[in-house]
């Protein structure tokens, strides 16, 4: 096992960590705020693909605007699952939303089993994106390069809106005490829908990464990466931004480790070795590596 | 004297059901006889996880799981010896042994039983919807080994050519049996710790309630009979595969709890005839229009409307009048 080889593992691990850190920071949001497990999360990211897949074979239009367009519809899908799906439903039992979210997502799924049946679709970027970079034996395509550059940008973009804006502030404050915030007169509604925006923004991206990437798309492609994202929110702690985001790349990498370091007949175990790792971290550090104390669910 | 009216409601309801069963194993044809004895299984299903989700308040997404390693039990304990050594790669006293129906699916049972033991220990220090997850996690492990056990499972070729002896005979002795025990459960001195549990942990810890045994009872419980429905399920099937036990059955059989009401034995079993008939509507409709996936969307669509208007569910925690003596009520 050469020096390059693990190199080469390693970069894989960090795009694959990119796209779970984008998905987690949603995840990560979303609960902090209202404490929900958003099941659904990861079937926006089927639905960024899927816009993607669209607009850019389908349609045509240039590349900068595809990711554009996606980075909004998703958002706007964001909005329209919390105010569908979870506003009637705020202040019941936790366990209520996640049930809740369950049936969103199952019926995301479906809906897009129903419109664009279960068959997967071939997914090309364009010949500039399919070049391959070869770079001191790690090679990758540049793609590649753009998933992780950008998921860099949007997650520090992300952090200074949440750190330094007015929004942002609301946020924070009505993930800190949500009865509180609302008697400071911040509105509370609106801020919810802000979170569900931002992290199906960046849910939305994710899925058009994910098509760029593995190049075949179906309408449940969002939910394994989603639970794995999920898992990439705990590990990092839920709740905690930065937590998602290392969380992320944790979990990307040592899953391209436990595949490409250990013998191939464990390679089909991937899943039982990220589910293993989840129900391990909750029991052992069920605050993650950054997250606060979590209060007793109910 | 409400005692034995008790029985008598109950001898009356038990002799309405054989007399059903001899009747429409009489008149219906195969495909509907077929439907009913899937009926059946959801009602074991739904009810048992209604003693852990309903009573206990434990949301478990774990119950396909349990449902697998009780059908994969029964189905490689009843395969007949001769394709056994074609098809799988089994120690020497397995690959020998071919057990009536009936033994292999309560071991099956027992098994699946044994594993929520194995895996409620762990994992039951968890609350609320991490308990969930955690569950789903080990549905997901389970399907992951069974897909890639080759030499006892066939990996994701599952198990085909069981034989084929489930019918109403069978299925209809366990949904009595599930659901005496339910109902036994419900109204004796464990079932209050249960629900007292589910309404608040805290004080029904003070009040002298054993938390954690409970709960591993309550989980341990609901696998056992999830156990005997996969056993009963895959000799129904005649085919046993590691997707057929997936997160959408899960949701099922959740959502029958949850629209039945949680705790309501009445409200799973009611549940249970609505959604799997329901399905079965679903199905040639879909095969027919080709419009795949409607059934599952109007469910989901269902669900978020009950838990946003009628978070109780029909039933609530209560069972109807007529089934309640003064001692239970």
């Known amino acids: ?298 | 004297m409400n005692q034995s009216r008790n029985r008598l409601v109950f001898l009356a309801l038990i002799l309405l059901g054989i007399g059903f069963v001899a009747l429409v194993r009489s008149t219906v044809n195969e495909y509907i006889l077929s439907i009913i004895n899937f009926v059946g299984i959801y009602i074991i299903l739904a009810v048992s996880l209604n003693i852990t989700n309903g009573f206990t308040g434990l949301f478990s997404l774990g119950h396909p799981g349990f449902m697998a390693i009780g059908g994969y039990v029964t189905a490689i304990l009843t395969f007949p010896v001769s394709r056994k050594s074609m098809f799988l790669e089994l120690p020497q006293w397995l690959a020998n042994l071919e057990m009536p129906f009936f033994p292999a699916s309560i071991i099956g049972g027992v098994c699946a039983a044994m594993m929520a033991l194995v895996v409620g220990l762990p994992v039951l220090r968890l609350r609320g919807h991490y308990l969930a997850v955690a569950t789903l996690g080990f549905l997901i492990i389970v399907q992951v080994l069974i897909t890639n056990w080759d030499s006892v499972t066939r990996g994701p070729l599952g198990l085909n050519g069981l034989p084929a002896i489930t019918n109403l005979w069978y299925v209809y002795p366990w949904v009595v049996v599930t659901v005496y025990v339910a109902w036994k459960i419900k109204f004796s001195s464990y079932g209050r710790s249960m629900l007292s549990i589910r309404e608040d942990d805290m004080a029904a810890q003070c009040l002298g309630v054993n938390l954690f045994r409970t709960r591993v009872a309550a989980l341990v419980i609901g696998a056992f009979f999830a156990g005997i429905a996969g056993g009963l399920w895959a000799h129904l099937v005649t085919a046993i595969t590691p997707t057929s036990f997936s997160l959408i059955l899960a949701f099922y059989i959740v959502v029958m709890v949850v629209v039945g009401g949680a705790g309501s034995i009445s409200g799973a079993f009611i549940a249970a005839i609505i959604f799997s008939v329901l399905t079965e509507i679903f199905r040639p409709l879909e095969e027919n229009l080709d419009v795949y996936g409607i059934g599952e969307i109007f469910t989901a669509a269902i669900l978020i409307l009950i838990l946003i208007y009628r978070p109780q569910g029909l039933f609530g925690s209560r069972e109807p009048g007529f089934l309640l003596t003064r001692d239970t009520q």
């Not at chain 1, 960024?48 to 554009?68: C, D, E, M, N, R």
């Not at chain 1, 996640?98 to 969103?104: G, M, T």
């Not at chain 1, 809106?161 to 911040?186: F, H, Y």
């Not at chain 1, 590990?235 to 290392?246: E, T």
Request: proline share 4%; aromatic share 8%.
């Open chain 1, 1 to 298: 096992m050469s020096g390059e080889y693990i190199a080469q593992q390693i970069v894989n691990g960090l795009i694959l960590g990119s796209m779970y850190a984008l998905v987690a920071i949603g995840f990560s949001m979303i609960y902090g705020i209202i404490r929900l497990i958003n099941f659904a999360h990861g079937d926006v990211v089927m639905i960024g693909a899927f816009l993607t897949l669209g607009l850019l074979q389908v349609a045509g239009a240039p590349f900068l605007i595809v990711a554009l367009v996606v980075l909004i519809a998703s958002a706007i899908v964001g909005i329209l699952i919390e105010k569908g799906a979870f506003r009637p439903m705020r202040g019941a039992p936790q366990v209520t939303g996640f049930i809740a979210s369950l049936a969103v997502s199952i019926m995301l799924q479906n809906l897009g089993i129903l419109v664009l049946t279960a068959q997967p679709r071939n997914f090309t970027f364009p010949d500039y994106l399919q070049k391959v970079i070869n770079m001191g034996g790690v090679s990758f395509r540049a793609v590649d390069l753009v998933i992780m550059l950008s998921a860099l940008t949007l997650m520090c973009a992300l952090i200074l809106l949440v750190n330094k804006t007015k929004l942002g502030m609301a946020m924070r404050a009505t993930a800190e005490n949500i009865d509180v915030a609302r008697l400071m007169g911040i509105n509370i509604n609106r801020t919810i829908m802000a979170t569900f925006a931002m992290g199906s923004a960046l849910a939305g991206i994710a899925g058009l990464m994910w098509g760029g990437k593995f190049g075949q798309i179906d309408p449940l492609l969002g939910f394994v990466p989603g639970l794995k994202s999920f898992v990439a929110a705990v590990i990092g702690g839920v709740g905690s931004i930065p937590g998602a985001i290392l969380g992320g790349y944790v979990l990307g990498l040592s899953e391209v480790l436990f595949v490409g370091l250990l013998p191939p007949i464990y390679s089909a175990f991937r899943d039982a070795f990220v589910f293993s790792t989840l129900i391990l971290i909750l029991l052992i550090m069920p605050n993650g590596i950054l997250g606060k104390p979590m209060e007793e669910g109910t």
